[in-house]
């Protein structure tokens, strides 16, 4: 699986790739990058001012971090493309892209998030100023996009568990935003960012003022921003137009606009009288199975979509013959967005007072409304939901009458999908609104370094979700296809779903009455019904308008949340040692998290969609801490100082119990620039409202183009096509037809629900690295620095559920997860089939403490500046990550499969590119006011999780400068993407083969911004 191109060629690139990097030849996103910075003077010579560096709440004489850090500043969001603080952090090798505004990032709800090492957004804590953000998914994921980027003065990013100094989550490390402080004046900024194609537009404005008043006592912050985005479409990108051409799958649908006919396999029509239709259209006889689903031409006639026999439409941008599947598909992504159109207003204000020398009193506020759009393809359709058609139908084509004539009961209904090309694309909004208001006091004690601090904080998230268009009733459908008139202008459907998941019918006792009193089939162009023309499933045709406004709905569904915490904390230092003092950190938090999700019943009624159920519950947590620094050595011998920093958290969960976490670090000084730093950490996330409170529903059971059990699939007829067999059988494929089963996944449902008996997941990190910091090395180089990082973390009780094609995958071992074929294997037993069929009829996806993930790696960071005289200076900043493993154990024993170096998306449970190398380089010139600047991107090679061609490796390259015109006005501009090198084809069903994340579906695209201070 690994062997994607060869190993030769492999290790060569990479050793290509390494020697560039390290030697600085390319490019990063940005100018700083730095493990660690030097202290910066305050007031007199030798005095020494309080800071807390990310990874500790202890108040430090300087900024040496025991965890590794990372920190970027504003020249860094400054020189990039896009206006929000989520898309320019995702660049950093560190961080695999989360939600961001390309809708192929797996999540397209205009969400911007961050995850840490590829183990998921919610296991990384984000945070503003040390203190939680409040949260805007029930996941209790923050979305970077209710930051507005010019309120951030810097981000510090720490791998490995936070656990015992944060609180729950910060199992993969913790994102601090350092929001800007004490600022006085006017700031006003703008942003124009647009594509070469001319969409994706970005407006960007914000303005920031503040003031000191009471005679410098107190300060006060406010700003305000805008942020519009534009549309841009994947249809208007070579790259998916050429993918999809080949036969890709990533909205290359059998749903088809001209209808499927899809047989009962327990009612199945003679396979002669088949044969005779198809004879008539030249196709040779036993071609195309009685199982086979039918679609239908222009002209009437009908076509196997399965080896596409008879088939007279087109191939072109829309319609494909898989080579994956052999069938006919559609193309849903058309019309899909490629991002999400946003408009976002925000504020945000910030005081502080000293009411005494002692004691300061502050507030902090922000407020953020945005809506986003996405789009899902064409809108109204019978997917999820397979409508029935009963026999009598006035539309039903003559050949297909003559096949339904020849099943073993003629008379029974049957049944059809369908995509409607007449109600355009699925449009859905999310209407954001999200707040947070921090108050606390904090002083000390007279002249003694022991400092406390108290605050409160509370937050609140609305997000209505609203179906603008393409939303349509299956109910109405239904009655329009299977109506009988009870004489009162009312339409009784003959037939009910039973509801399991399956196409089995009940009758509906209210039929029998409708008969009774004088009914009659729906007949085409009958006056009294909602639809006069008739509703025709078959074939492309046209809706009438009156049609439409009858079948459509817009189902509006509201999700709260809120957060509330309550946290006090005291230091100062114990005594002294002869390395220096002892200093000790206490306290104490309580934390609530609510969840309200409050649908629309007219959702469930939704063609395409599932039972949607309220949902409501809370979590809360009781915390008690500790935290000290220890000086073991100084000025000993060799070692110029050795520093113990230990921590301490008890946390109390209302459904999960106690827990404890902690962690240990050691930082040794050899000299002034020389470093070595590791420790161990022990961390937790606690389950949150999703994962304890959902109600067990239907979900989107996300399967892929066939089943394994297939008579025909890829499986059975490989290596290990006897053990697939056998395990068909075992699973309840009758005996009688495992030779010629085939079925598609129409019907099948995922059941997904929440477990109140969830544990936290826990988390081991060990990290160790070195530091060098010269500054000068001769006369040549300035500001030096240097840092290479090893971690290694491990993750058990990892919570999660999974898709359907997951659990198949996991099955069937496509992914290696049951060599065996065990009917009895764990993902197995979450597959019900249907005893007559042998039809997949649910997939159970719940929540549950699954297994566990391993991931170590090497992180490296490089900063130098050289002097070029009168010609400016030259910086070179480079940060890479080597990722060593990332291994994945689906289940408790089961065991765990590499995944570094593959890309395979949800095959991991989250983002699923996981290289073995990605960098970001930038080079950058300046002089008095002047700068330019090229950054390179770089990520490893990967072979495909499913077994496809895999990716090469991909470099993107990013031109960038500024100008001071004046003292009080700056310019930027810059080209992302400046050769417009096209994103790599991936195979694991994102919209347009590739994952927009990782690479960049844009192409390339210009920006200027303006700054000016008052």
Known sequence: MRDWKGARGRLAARASILVLVLTGV??????????????????????????????????????????????????????????????????????TPGANELTGSGQPTGRATVDLRGLGA????????????????????????????????????????????????????????????????????????????????????????????????????????????????????????????????????????????????????????????FSNYGVAAGTVAASNVLSFNADGSLYSQFGAANYGGPLNDAYVLSPFSNAIAYNLGTLQLLTSPTDRYSAFGKAEYDITDNVTAYVQAMYTDYKSTTNYGAGLQTQGT?????????????????????????????????L??????????????????????????????????????????????????????????????????????????????????????????AYASAVNDGGRSYKAGDGSTPCPNGLNIFGNGAIDQSCLDFLQIHPSNLTVLKQDVVEGTLQGELFDLPAGPVSLLVGGAWRRNTYDYKPDPAATDQVGSFLSLPVSGNTEATEVFAEAAIPLLKDAGLIQSLDLSLAWRYSDYAYSGGVHTYKADLDMALSDSFRLRGGYQRAIRAPNVTELFNPDVPAPALLGAEDPCNFDSALRGGSNGAAIRSLC???????????????????????QGGNVNLVPEKADTYTAGLVFTPGSIGNVVDNFSASIDYYNISLNDAISTTSGDIVFARCFNVTGDNPAFDPANENCRQILRNSSSGAPDQVRTPYFNLGGIRTSGIDFALNMKFGLGNAG??????????????????????????????????????????????????????????????????????????????????????????????????????????????????????????????????????????????
């Open 26 to 95: 390319g490019g990063w996103a940005g100018s700083a990058a730095a493990q660690d910075a030097d202290p910066q003077a305050s007031g007199e010579a030798g005095e020494t001012s309080d800071i807390i560096v990310t990874g500790s709440r202890l108040l430090r004489r300087d900024l040496s971090a025991t965890s590794p850090i990372v920190t970027v500043g504003d020249e860094f969001l400054d020189a990039q493309a896009g206006g929000t603080v989520g898309v320019k952090l995702q660049q950093l090798p560190q961080l």
């Open 386 to 418: 397979t409508a029935v058609v009963p026999v009598d139908n006035a539309f039903i084509p003559d050949d297909l009458a003559t096949i339904l004539a020849s099943r073993p009961d003629p008379d029974a209904p049957f049944s059809m999908r369908k």
């Open 729 to 751: 059988l075992a699973q309840g494929v009758p005996n009688s037809i495992i030779d010629t089963y085939k079925s598609t996944f129409a019907g099948v449902q995922a059941i």
């Open 420 to 509: 409607w090309l007449a109600t355009g694309t699925s449009v859905t909004t999310y209407n954001n609104s999200v707040y947070q208001i921090v108050a606390g006091l904090r002083g000390e004690f007279g002249d003694s370094r022991w400092h406390w601090d108290i605050y409160g904080s509370h937050g609140k998230t609305e997000i209505r979700t609203t179906q603008e268009s393409g939303g349509a009733s299956f109910s109405r459908i239904q009655a329009l296809l299977t109506s009988r008139s009870d004489g009162e202008g009312n339409y009784v459907a003959p037939y009910i779903p039973s509801g399991n998941g399956s196409n089995a019918l009940l009758p509906n006792p």
């Open 122 to 277: 919610n296991r990384t804590l984000v945070l503003a100023d040390g203190r939680r953000l409040q949260p805007s998914t029930s996941q209790l994921v923050v979305d970077l996009n209710t930051i507005p980027a010019a309120l951030v003065e810097s981000v510090e990013i720490i791998t490995g568990g936070a656990s015992a100094v944060y609180g729950s989550d910060a199992i993969a490390g913790v994102v601090n935003l350092k929001l800007r402080d004490d600022f006085e004046g006017l700031e006003v900024s703008g942003q124009y960012n647009v594509t070469e194609k001319g969409d994706g537009e970005e407006y960007v404005a914000d303005a920031l003022f503040g003031s000191n008043f009471a005679d410098g006592r107190g300060n006060v912050v406010f700003g305000v921003g805008y942020l519009h985005r534009g549309a841009a479409y994947f249809n208007n990108r070579d790259f998916y137009r050429r993918a999809f051409a080949l036969g890709a799958p990533p909205w290359g649908s059998d749903l088809l606009p001209e209808g499927n006919f899809v047989p009962d396999a327990g009612n199945l029509p003679d396979q002669s009288v088949l044969n005779s239709v």
């Open 873 to 1014: 200076d030259l910086s070179l900043n480079t940060v890479l990550s080597y990722l060593i493993d990332f291994k994945v154990q689906s289940a408790p024993g089961s065991a765990f499969v590499p995944y570094d170096g593959t890309i395979g998306y949800g095959a991991t449970g989250n983002n699923g590119a996981h290289p073995d190398i990605k960098a970001n380089t930038t080079l950058t010139w300046s002089q008095e006011g002047k700068s330019l600047g090229l950054r390179w991107y770089y990520v490893d090679g990967m072979a495909d999780v499913f077994g496809g061609p895999g990716v090469n490796a991909y470099s993107r390259f990013d031109l960038f400068g500024s100008v001071d015109v004046t003292d009080n006005l700056s310019l930027n501009a810059g080209v992302n993407n400046l050769f417009n090198v096209e994103p790599e084809a991936t195979f694991g069903g994102l919209p347009g083969n590739t994952d927009s994340g990782t690479y960049d579906p844009l192409g390339r695209r210009y920006f200027v911004a303006a700054k000016v201070k008052f």
